[in-house]
């Protein structure tokens, strides 16, 4: 497998792997059309999810006056589907899963971050 020596860890094989590239190069081109946080974010996709909760934390703190370092994250779990969310929420942010068409089941939760 010399393809896996210059990509990103997956435990995909190669066409998995590839597809698994495609959905997170759209996510982000999505995300970076106008800059803006999206109604929903698929934190799976991301290459350093850390630093996006990171950011999350960051921009409440700064937006209560809260110190940073005393802050923790708080996850509300809702029923919620992706395409139910219309607008970001005013603080933290919806995490949701992706959806890969070759799973049988569909089933997804919009994770609220805080």
């Not at 990103?8 to 106008?34: K, T, V």
């Not at 909760?53 to 802050?71: E, G, H, N, Y």
Request: overall charge positive.
């Amino acid at each position: 497998m010399q393809w896996a020596n210059r990509a990103y860890p997956s435990l995909y094989p190669l066409g998995l792997w590839f597809q698994d590239l495609l959905n997170r190069y759209r996510e982000i081109e999505n995300w970076i059309a106008d800059f803006q946080l999206p109604n929903s974010v698929w934190l799976g996709g991301l290459f350093n999810p850390q630093s996006f909760l990171t950011s999350i934390m960051q921009a409440v703190a700064r937006k209560q006056d809260w110190p940073l370092d005393r802050m923790c994250l708080m996850i509300e779990v809702t029923k919620k589907q992706k395409e139910e969310i219309h607008n970001p929420p005013k603080d933290g942010a919806y995490i949701h899963k992706y959806q890969q068409k070759y799973f049988s089941k569909k089933f997804s939760y919009v994770f609220f971050l805080n």
